[in-house]
């Protein structure tokens, strides 16, 4: 019975001492979707984010060629800036890639907005005048800034057909 007590005893130090951390490997393979649906949206967590909860990027076909946008950054505490950086970019069938088409940049500051929640920040708008039957993603970036330290997600969605 003390030998089983002992080999038990043993076997269970051996698996804790064996326990070790591993990390997944970035491949850096990107894979190109494109999508033939009306609308797509990504919801980019940071699961260490002090201040950054959530950052949401979607893209819509609104119809007669227009691009529909909406972007949100969602944050664990109070911030005194948050940031949106979008990138339309356009698919290239005849070089396989995409091309950055047009980019936008918003702020809002709790001194500009002192009525607004920043930590709940949307933006919503539509992109006319690009050509239409076309692929096409956003790239966002959730920028905030809170008690003068800067934190940052980004956010991505798939190519989505853009018709008249």
């Not at 007669?64 to 946008?69: E, M, P, R, T, Y």
Request: glycine share 6%; hydrophobic share 35%.
């Amino acid at each position: 019975m003390k030998k089983k007590v002992v080999c038990l005893v043993i076997a269970m130090l051996m698996s804790v001492l064996s326990i070790s951390p591993c990390f997944a490997q970035v491949t850096g393979n990107e894979q190109i979707r494109l999508l033939n649906i009306k609308e797509q949206t990504v919801w980019a967590t940071q699961p260490r984010g002090t201040y950054i909860s959530t950052g949401i990027l979607q893209i819509s076909n609104e119809g007669n060629g227009q691009i529909g946008v909406f972007i949100q950054t969602l944050t664990h505490t109070e911030v005194d800036q948050t940031r949106f950086g979008i990138y339309l970019d356009r698919w290239i069938p005849s070089e396989s890639r995409y091309a950055n088409v047009a980019s936008y940049t918003f702020e809002f500051n709790k001194e500009d907005y002192p009525d607004e929640d920043l930590t709940t920040k949307s933006l919503s708008f539509n992109i006319v005048g690009q050509p239409d039957d076309c692929y096409y993603r956003l790239r966002g970036v959730h920028l905030v800034v809170a008690n003068g330290t800067r934190e940052m997600l980004t956010s991505q969605t798939d190519g989505v057909l853009i018709t008249k």
